[in-house]
């Protein structure tokens, strides 16, 4: 039985490392400059208050909200609008770059 669990504690890291590796961070910046940055800035990092500081936030948070945004869970029309034409994998890129950057969770800077 231990031995089983060992595998299957095994096999979910390699998947969700497999899913970590395959984001591209220059695609997710060069995405972030075309779509995201006349809001949140090129960093994430907006100086203007109405719009959210997204850098460093945690990778799977910001998935989670932008596939919510697409689908219409999260309701917001100007997000609707910006992340429409978006592919599962614009949304890993740019989940991998904002939360790379350094923002109110992170100091990597």
């Not at 504690?9 to 590796?21: D, T, Y």
């Not at 949140?40 to 945690?58: E, R």
Request: proline letters at 5%.
């Amino acid at each position: 039985m231990k031995n089983y669990v060992i595998a299957a504690l095994s096999g979910a890291a390699l998947i969700l490392c497999g899913q970590v590796m395959a984001a591209d961070l220059e695609a997710g910046k060069t995405k972030a400059a075309e779509v995201c940055a006349s809001c949140h800035g090129a960093d994430g990092n907006s100086p203007a208050p109405n719009f959210p500081k997204i850098g460093g936030q945690y990778r799977t948070y910001l998935v989670k909200a932008l596939k919510d945004y697409k689908s219409g869970t999260r309701n917001d029309p100007v997000m609707a609008g910006m992340v429409a034409n978006l592919s599962a994998a614009d949304i890993e890129n740019l989940a991998f770059y904002y939360s790379s950057q350094s923002g109110p969770l992170n100091s990597k800077k």
